[in-house]
């Protein structure tokens, strides 16, 4: 694994598989069962310029849990970005006074570009429609373990990844992991003008998985074992593309009548988050707000650990972390 995190294509299986033992290992601290301050006088530069929840507070969290300390900037505003100063010098200036830094930036490449002017390790929290390798690691990590808990197998399952394909950059560092492991079937399912870049789905089937696009979820998902659905960024699109959209009548729902109906007892149902509960909105419905076959908030959860094992081993504290867990 290079320095910094800021694509899945740093990482081969063997590393994804290191990180998700060094999560289940974080399990304990991640709950409070066991403590270690293997960070302490460490701090971490947690800088969103762009809106967050889940990850800028699951990062700031995981880091404290292991004893550090984090310096938070929300939004260009309060950044001296609004007065004009660029990527590389606000980069330059925040490694000196940070030991890691995490970025959520609304442009595509731009945590790269940022890190090249760092000494410290960058995680990349987002960047536009780009990548979210950390969201990814935490949703294989809760593919896994909701596996374990079913008695299934990731060899051979059947994955839907479906809503914003395009724009959606959680399905495109997830796909870009599931391809990395034995084959699988993968039904992409999108509104039109939505689709998963095609460069992303030729690479999944280069690797042996079986790939089908359709353009509507009316069909027989009896087989499912995994949805995953993602809300619709209207945020990146363009004034016509909006108005296109505005015309699309097809439902991509994911609510509890879908589930009874057309899939079945074990199929879990994960997003990304937030889901968008605004009138019009069609991602996930609350109506399966306590089935257990839903799974999104068993993966908010898995952020800490996830989170915690990137820190630890970009940072090279596993022993230390381990010699605490036998220790206290
Ligand atoms: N999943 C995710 O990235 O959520 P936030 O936008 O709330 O960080």
């Not at 108005?243 to 074990?266: H, K, M, P, W, Y």
């Not at 908010?300 to 867990?325: S, Y």
Request: glycine share 6%.
């Amino acid at each position: 694994m290079s320095s910094h995190l800021l694509s899945v294509d740093s990482l081969s299986r063997d590393h994804v598989d290191h990180l998700l033992r060094v999560a289940s290992r974080m399990e304990p601290i991640a709950q409070r069962r066991k403590v270690t301050r293997v960070l302490e006088g460490a701090v971490l530069g947690n800088l969103f310029f762009e809106a967050s929840t889940r990850t800028r507070v699951s990062f700031h969290a995981a880091f404290c849990r292991l004893g550090g300390s984090v310096c938070d900037t929300t939004g260009f505003t309060f950044s001296s970005m609004a007065k004009g100063e660029s990527l590389y010098d606000t980069s330059r200036v925040m490694s000196g006074y940070c030991d890691a830094i995490v970025m959520r930036h609304p442009d595509q490449g731009s945590v790269a570009e940022f890190a090249q002017a760092t000494n410290v390790p960058v995680i990349n929290g987002g960047d536009g429609p780009g990548e979210h390798p950390s969201q990814a690691l935490l949703d294989l990590y809760t593919i896994d373990k909701e596996f374990t808990r079913l008695g299934k197998t990731l060899a051979g399952a059947h994955l839907l990844l479906t809503g914003d394909l395009k724009y959606g950059r959680t399905v495109h560092s997830l796909i870009k992991l599931l391809s990395l492991y034995a084959p699988m079937r993968i039904t992409l399912v999108s509104p039109p003008g939505l689709e998963m870049p095609s460069h992303l789905v030729d690479l999944v089937a280069s690797r042996g998985h079986r790939v089908e696009l359709r353009e509507s979820l009316a069909s027989d998902f009896s087989d499912l074992d995994v949805i995953y659905t993602t809300r619709i960024q209207k945020e990146r699109f363009t004034e016509e593309m909006m108005e296109s959209f505005s015309g699309v009548s097809q439902d991509f729902t994911i609510d509890r009548a879908f589930l009874d109906q057309r899939c079945n007892d074990t199929t879990i149902v994960m997003h990304p988050l937030p889901r968008d509960s605004r009138p019009g909105a069609n991602d996930l419905n609350v109506d399966l707000n306590g089935d257990p076959r839903l799974a999104i908030f068993r993966q908010t959860d898995n952020g800490i650990p996830v989170r915690m094992a990137i820190f630890a081993t970009l940072l090279e504290v596993e022993d230390q972390i381990e010699k605490d867990l036998r220790d206290v």
